[in-house]
């Protein structure tokens, strides 16, 4: 894990004044691990790669570490933050350390142009000098394990593995977007559109290339990869699931031993007692009953949290766990670093928690995490497709199909209220509601917390991101798998990062395993009730019964409310003390009603007021 920094100036800047600037980008991302890479290009040509432009791993890490991340080519230039996991299926002369993954991915790039990155498996982000062609490249991963955010303005177009390097570095790419902000404030979005609160610095998106042409001043963006998946209406085929079964417990089976091959010593993997979590730390023991591996959980004072499920997988396999205590006070303690580090204030209270876990793995000596984040996306584990798939099978006259589903709906962890309720919004929505309907009905009292104008001004644009219609359950996972996921996957590599740890994502990082589980038809995703049917069957005999057969969902779970509601008095402070440069929140109305609607009847409302407390600290602290 490394961070990587590429600078380029438009107009003539003093060499020392390009220097200084890129030994603060370099102190920015300092925290990224071992190795941080960049360099400096100004004046419309390039520099000789000389010490005095090229500026590699200032005081981190042992040269040869540092040259494991970079890779050039008489004048071109590849920066590269990952692992590959498929390097000798790419080539078959790689042969030990002598081809780093740089090297190869600098290969492939020569040969195949930039189209050559879908055949990287893994996860990994980098920058590309093509210096004959005085063009400068940004990528990221397929589903977006690893960062890459990018600005363009009147004096530099500069990319980085994290915002906060662009925003401090620039000081005119610190323009805010006023409607970003009333999409947080509102909704708690982020990452609903490729920019997060500013106008003019971009995440680049996953399976995507920025390319930037310094003598024009052009910017392009192309898509290298596009995740095939299956669309047919296939009924359930009871002798096709022992098919599936086998394959996939063989990939998964593989793709961890593929994980645990890439980094030696001990190993930490976060641990909630669902589904994804259990099936990683299950395999990893049974793969490799040798490593060292210790579990870690968050609890909680109130009533432990997951720990009585993370518990039943602890003494299945035999490793160390280690329980880390998160309570409200780390929250105001914590809160503001936490904001400076995930470059966008905090949207709820369980990436603190989230953060707090990756402060205890380095506190411990771990170095390498593994999370089960993109099991849901990939498996169909979210609540909410459980009524989208209903949906889909009445849209498709699958009567009998949806019978059955629809008698063994609590097996989901939903009575049948519940689900037909969430069918009814479904319709409603698709029917009726308008995103500003929704929020007029569902959350009045928060939009009477913000500012007529801002709320004026936001419900008027185009929405960020356009839904795919849905007409099966893999259409829905394919959207929040290609669409959202990166978003998702950014707060635990932004934790781990702060800390000096890699966290790697094996749901979410090898094509062959998600290609493989989107080809299988929507119907095998979610059957009898239950939401990741494959994965649940396929686990069996080595994930515990009581897990496999678990109904509840809980995610990363923390006592959200009752916390806010310790910290209540707080957060009121500080939203009356600090200032609010773009004019959304109505910090009078919310001062002299805030703590009659903070109440547990309003939990929207709550979410609300630390959404406000987390965007006037972060903001605050620009």
């Not at 996939?248 to 091959?261: D, F, I």
């Amino acid at each position: 894990m490394n961070g990587l920094l590429a600078i380029y100036k438009k107009r003539d800047t003093a060499l020392q004044d390009m220097k200084a600037l890129m030994d603060k980008g370099l102190d920015v991302m300092s925290h990224r691990g071992s190795t941080v890479v960049a360099f400096a290009l100004q004046n419309k040509h390039l520099q000789n790669t000389d010490d005095e432009d090229v500026r590699l791993g200032i005081g981190f890490g042992s040269q040869q570490k540092k040259m494991s991340h970079f890779a050039h080519h008489n004048d071109d230039m590849l920066m590269f933050e990952g692992c590959l996991l498929n390097k000798k299926d790419i080539y078959a002369d790689v042969q030990g350390s002598a081809s780093s993954d740089a090297a190869i991915v600098l290969r492939i790039i020569k040969e195949k142009g930039m189209a050559g990155l879908k055949l990287l498996h893994g996860y990994w982000s980098l920058i590309y000098l093509d210096s004959k062609n005085k063009t400068l490249y940004g990528a990221r991963d397929h589903y977006g394990n690893r960062p890459m955010y990018f600005c363009n303005t009147g004096n530099q177009f500069a990319l980085a593995s994290e915002s906060r390097a662009l925003y401090t570095l620039f000081e005119d790419a610190r323009c805010i977007n006023r409607n970003m902000v009333v999409d947080f404030l509102l909704w708690g979005h982020i990452g609903q559109a490729d920019q997060y609160f500013f106008n003019d610095i971009h995440s680049v998106e996953p399976a995507h290339v920025v390319k930037y042409e310094m003598e024009t001043n052009r910017i392009t963006v192309e898509k290298y990869y596009t995740l095939p998946y299956n669309t047919s209406k296939t009924a359930y085929h009871e002798p096709s699931e022992k098919h599936y079964l086998s394959r996939l417990k063989s990939l998964m089976t593989e793709n961890v031993r593929k994980h645990l091959q890439l980094s030696g010593g001990p190993l930490a993997v976060g641990l909630s007692g669902g589904m994804d979590s259990s099936t990683l730390l299950c395999l990893a023991r049974k793969t490799d009953p040798d490593r060292t591996l210790a579990a870690y959980t968050t609890i909680d004072e109130y009533d432990g949290g997951e720990a009585k499920w993370a518990e039943k997988v602890v003494r299945h396999t035999g490793v160390e766990w280690i329980k880390v205590v998160c309570t409200p006070d780390f929250i105001l303690e914590k809160s503001e670093s936490i904001n400076r580090v995930h470059s966008a204030p905090v949207h709820n209270a369980s990436t603190i928690a989230q953060y707090r876990m990756m402060e205890e793995v380095r506190k411990q000596g771990q170095t390498v995490i593994m999370d089960g984040q993109g099991g849901d996306e990939l498996f169909g584990g979210y609540p909410a497709y459980i009524p989208l798939f209903l949906q889909s099978l009445l849209k498709n006259r699958a009567w009998k199909t949806w019978w059955n589903e629809w008698s063994q709906v609590e097996h989901s962890g939903m009575n049948r209220k519940g689900a037909l309720t969430m069918l009814f919004k479904l319709w409603a929505k698709a029917q009726y509601y308008t995103p500003q309907k929704i929020a007029q009905k569902k959350r009045k009292d928060i939009v009477e917390s913000l500012i007529p104008q801002a709320i004026d001004s936001y419900f008027k644009q185009e929405p960020p991101v356009r839904p795919i219609k849905k007409e099966t359950l893999n259409d829905a996972l394919y959207e929040s798998y290609t669409l959202f996921l990166g978003n998702i996957l950014r707060w635990g590599e932004h934790s781990a990062a702060s800390q000096g740890i890699s966290c790697v994502m094996p749901f979410a990082d090898n094509p062959e395993l998600t290609e493989y589980v989107f080809s299988i038809p929507s119907t095998f995703k979610i059957h009898n009730g239950w939401s990741k049917y494959l994965q649940r069957k396929a686990m069996i005999g080595i994930v515990p019964d009581e897990i496999c057969l678990r109904r509840d969902k809980l995610g990363f779970y923390i006592p959200e409310q009752k916390w806010l509601e310790e910290i209540k008095d707080a957060m009121f402070d500080v939203i009356q003390k600090l200032e609010d440069p773009e004019d959304c929140i109505r910090k009078r109305h919310i001062l002299e009603n805030g703590k009659r609607l903070f109440k547990s009847e309003n939990p929207l409302y709550k979410q609300f007021i630390f959404r406000c407390f987390s965007y006037l600290q972060w903001r605050n602290a620009l």
